[in-house]
């Protein structure tokens, strides 16, 4: 990943798309493929779990319930704080859009539907 591409975190203007974010972490990062990674790439990954999930405004149960990573390691469960005050930043800083309310909103007039392949 380049961390010096206009729509990185650091560099970039906006966070968006935060909730998908958050799904796609809990969906992509398992198991064997997380935990072969470096200590640093695992902590980094879980912090922005949390910080995506603080900004795409999902309970923190949600959030424990959705990734199988942090339900089954508690330990994981203490960096959450860590993850809400970046988070906290974010908001305070202006970088962060909240397209999930967007979405929410058109999903009250139109029907989605969505198909696991495999």
Known sequence: MDRT?????SFGEKMEYN?????????????YHFY????????????????????GELSFLRSVRMWKIV???????????V????ALRDRVKGKAVMTH??????NK???IT???IG
Do not use: C, E, Q, T
Not at 38 to 50: A, F, I, P
Not at 71 to 81: K, R
Not at 83 to 86: E, F, K
Not at 101 to 106: E, T, Y
């Open 5 to 9: 591409a206009p729509s990185s975190i």
């Open 19 to 31: 909730r998908g974010k958050a799904y796609a972490i809990s969906l992509s990062d398992i198991g």
């Open 36 to 55: 072969r990674r470096s200590v640093k790439y695992r902590l980094w990954k879980v912090l922005n779990y949390w910080r995506y999930s603080v900004l």
């Open 71 to 81: 339900l089954h390691n508690p330990l994981y469960l203490l960096l959450y704080p």
């Open 83 to 86: 993850g809400y005050l970046l």
């Open 101 to 106: 309310r967007a979405f929410d909103n058109a």
């Open 109 to 111: 007039n139109v029907k």
């Open 114 to 116: 969505v198909k696991k």
